[in-house]
């Protein structure tokens, strides 16, 4: 199964999490209201979310 992977932190992105698809990951970084599913607090966890997002192709 293919899915998109999209982690953003602006206004501008919330188009996006709006439009993925239900096996698609929408991840809001920072704080505020938000159409994605997930969040992670800042910036400084976004390569633990690769990292993790990677591991599951294993």
């Known amino acids: 199964m293919d ?3 999209y982690l953003g932190d602006d206004v501008t992105d919330e188009h ?3 439009v993925l ?3 698609d990951v929408g ?3 920072g704080p505020g209201e938000s159409a994605a599913r ?3 607090d800042d910036c ?3 390569p633990e979310v690769l990292a993790a ?3 599951l192709r294993s």
Do not use: E, M, N, Y
């Open 53 to 55: 997002l990677s591991s």
């Open 44 to 46: 400084t966890h976004v």
């Open 27 to 29: 991840i809001k970084v």
């Open 38 to 40: 997930l969040r992670v």
């Open 3 to 5: 899915a998109t992977v």
């Open 21 to 23: 698809g239900p096996d």
């Open 16 to 18: 996006v999490f709006t």
